[in-house]
């Protein structure tokens, strides 16, 4: 076969080493001025430690969504659908832990009517087990969807609205009381996670820390793989699927693996996600949610790693700041960032370079006039 060559850059090494060393300051200064140093004035209190941890999460969910995106071509509108399954599993597991080992019934048997936590709960008081489900059920799940529709040779927007479609039938039945989780109201009234109270200091600075690992670790391995020769190879399919066919490679399996490492990303990020807010409910499965994450990936750049973290780190801090004091603008404001995006940089903050910024002047900029002999 034909040996693969693109010119296609995985990201920019200067920037990718900068986001790894932050993220890596992060690790060591959160549980430091979370922990010994929280009563100084330097200290982090568990507020902003909780936000850290939960803007942590969503730049996984951003990495998950530009693995698949960014460098496979395959633009998914329905990620909210594995970080909400990730959310729900880990809730399951809290609150059979906290009912078994604990006493503590969970609000879902009250509003229920339920004497006992129904026979799919089997188990969940077992971290381990809940942690080998939030690993298989979205790989499952993304590959027998991902398999269906790559075979098929859905692509483009076709694929894209069919996984809108799915993230919303999957949140009408979430709604439904008569499924076993929650329905409208969710499952909230987490008491412990690994034996340690979820609200104690300690396990929220531990959450973000934990947030911040994973994330760095995300970030590393892919970046790696995307500079292997199977990320050269699913770059070359996203720019020319087709003649990759003619040159005899089977395109279905890379996309599918790409598929579903990206599912399994998003539902970690969820499992992360779900202990540190202490309640999940079907609003994650809102197509809004999903829209979100791909304008995360979109302003930071799409094909860039460290352009998907920075993109969702920036747009969720602002969220954050700015839902506090006008939360009913934020819609309006998120639209602007998509209209910036989509007008001006076509690849996100990518193209904020002094060259790629001036050349317009420099093209507009009339010729200086002939010197008079």
Request: proline share 6%.
């Amino acid at each position: 076969m034909a040996k693969i060559q693109s010119d296609a850059r995985v990201d920019r090494p200067l920037l990718f080493r900068i986001v790894a060393i932050c993220l890596l300051a992060l690790i060591v200064a959160v549980p430091l001025l979370g922990g010994p140093l929280s009563g100084s004035a330097l200290g982090l209190t568990p507020y902003l430690a909780n936000i850290i941890g939960q803007i942590a999460t969503f730049a996984l969910l951003a990495l998950a969504l530009d693995l698949i995106w960014g460098f496979g071509g395959i633009l998914s509108l329905g990620h909210g659908l594995f970080f909400a399954m990730g959310g729900y599993l880990i809730a399951m597991h809290m609150l059979k832990a906290g009912y078994v080992y604990g006493g503590v019934t969970p609000d879902i048997m009250t509003f229920m009517g339920w004497t006992e936590l129904p026979a799919y709960w089997f188990g969940f008081e077992s971290f381990p087990y809940a942690f080998v489900l939030i690993l298989l059920v979205p790989g499952l799940v993304a590959f027998l969807y991902g398999w269906m529709s790559f075979r098929s040779r859905v692509s483009g927007v076709y694929f894209a609205i069919i996984t809108q479609a799915l993230t919303y039938v999957a949140m009408l039945l979430m709604y439904r009381n008569d499924t076993g989780f929650g329905g409208n109201n969710g499952m909230t009234g987490f008491s412990t996670l690994l034996g340690v109270p979820v609200g104690a200091p300690g396990m929220v600075t531990g959450l973000a820390t934990a947030s911040l690992v994973v994330l760095l670790l995300a970030f590393l391995a892919c970046g790696a793989l995307m500079r292997s020769p199977f990320g050269r190879l699913l770059i070359a399919i996203r720019d020319d699927e087709a003649r990759l066919r003619f040159l005899g490679y089977d395109t279905l399996w890379p996309k599918l693996a790409a598929w579903c490492l990206s599912g399994v990303l998003a539902a970690i990020a969820g499992a992360l996600y779900v202990p540190q807010v202490g309640i999940i409910n079907p609003r994650l499965l809102a197509p809004e949610v999903s829209i979100e994450i791909a304008v995360w990936v979109a302003l930071g750049g799409r094909g860039a790693l460290s352009g998907a973290v920075i993109g969702a780190i920036i747009i969720s801090a602002l969220k954050f700041w700015l839902t506090g004091f006008v939360p009913e603008a934020w819609p309006f404001i998120l639209a602007g960032v998509v209209l910036v995006v989509v007008t001006l940089l076509p690849n996100g903050l990518l193209d904020l370079k002094p060259q790629r910024l001036l050349a317009p002047l420099r093209r507009n900029r009339k010729p200086a006039p002939e010197p008079a002999e």
